[in-house]
């Protein structure tokens, strides 16, 4: 198969590398393709499950002739070998809660003017859902989009977790897994495009997406998503309650003989 147009050489050479590995591992249902536009710069978007699903939404890319720059956390280019690879492939570095934060946007969507292919995952990392079910995204996805006005394609992906669950080390390529991976069509954004870019917005536009990869993923699973979305910042708000709610009442107990 030749290597889709936009790729550089080092990108060719992890692709002759991973390629293989992943066709032998893997029985693959991929549909959609043609919901993602060739002619422009565009915006796809995945759900986030396990750490291995960033090379199995780069397989479906790749093999369908496109080139996609992934935006993944900044930590990973520190990693050796990793870290070189992620830059050698054009993958864009997302620092988080920094002043470098603007950087990542910014090569984003200059990629995106040069007619890239932008993978993003909108939840920012693995989905805490106990089920596997997107979560609460992070405005980043929308930021670019209303930015660049690119469309954004939704993507959703269902068995890269056989292979190598959340949060675990035990890889399981044997026997070959089931990996679904489904483009919908882009997401409507128009109506938002000329608003502020304020906190409503980026909301209501990251919402937007992340829905749409629901529904996917709902399609691929024959199931429904809880009726409310796992929130990470809810379920920490929740987690520090109930630790100050545990130490007033340690507190109480302690003080309780000295105030009879």
């Known amino acids: 198969m030749p ?7 080092a990108f060719r050479v992890v692709a002759r590398i991973l390629r293989p590995l992943l066709l032998a591992i893997t029985r693959r249902d991929w549909r959609g393709v043609e919901n993602i536009p060739r002619d422009r710069g565009v915006i796809v978007a995945s759900n986030h499950m396990t750490n291995i699903d960033p090379l199995t939404f780069a397989h479906f890319l790749w093999d369908n002739g496109f080139v ?7 930590s990973l280019f520190s990693v050796p070998v990793v870290g070189k690879v992620l830059r050698a492939t054009g993958q864009i570095p997302v620092h988080r809660n920094t002043a470098a934060a603007g950087e990542s946007l910014q090569e984003a969507i200059a990629a995106i003017a040069d007619g890239d292919c932008v993978a993003v995952f909108p939840e920012g990392t693995l989905t805490r859902d106990p089920d596997l079910w997107p979560m609460v995204g992070k405005t980043g996805v929308a ?3 209303l930015s660049t006005r690119a469309p954004v394609v939704p ?8 292979l ?3 949060y675990k080390k035990l890889f399981k390529p044997i026997p070959p ?8 069509p882009p997401v409507v954004l128009d109506d938002l495009y000329d608003r502020p870019q304020d906190t409503a917005t980026l909301r209501e536009a990251t919402e937007r997406v992340v829905t749409a990869i629901t529904v996917l993923l709902e399609e691929i699973r024959g199931e429904r998503a809880p009726a409310v979305r796992y929130d990470m910042r809810k379920a920490a708000a929740r987690e520090r309650q109930g ?9 109480g107990t302690a003080t309780g003989p000295e105030q009879r």
């Open 143 to 145: 930021r670019l989009a």
């Open 155 to 162: 993507v959703a992906q269902w068995g890269p977790q056989d």
């Open 177 to 184: 897994k089931k990996v679904t991976i489904v483009a919908g």
């Open 68 to 74: 996609p720059k992934i935006l993944a956390k900044a």
């Open 243 to 251: 630790e100050a709610g545990g130490t007033a009442g340690g507190a």
């Open 164 to 166: 190598l669950g959340r």
């Open 3 to 9: 290597p889709p147009p936009r790729s550089n050489r």
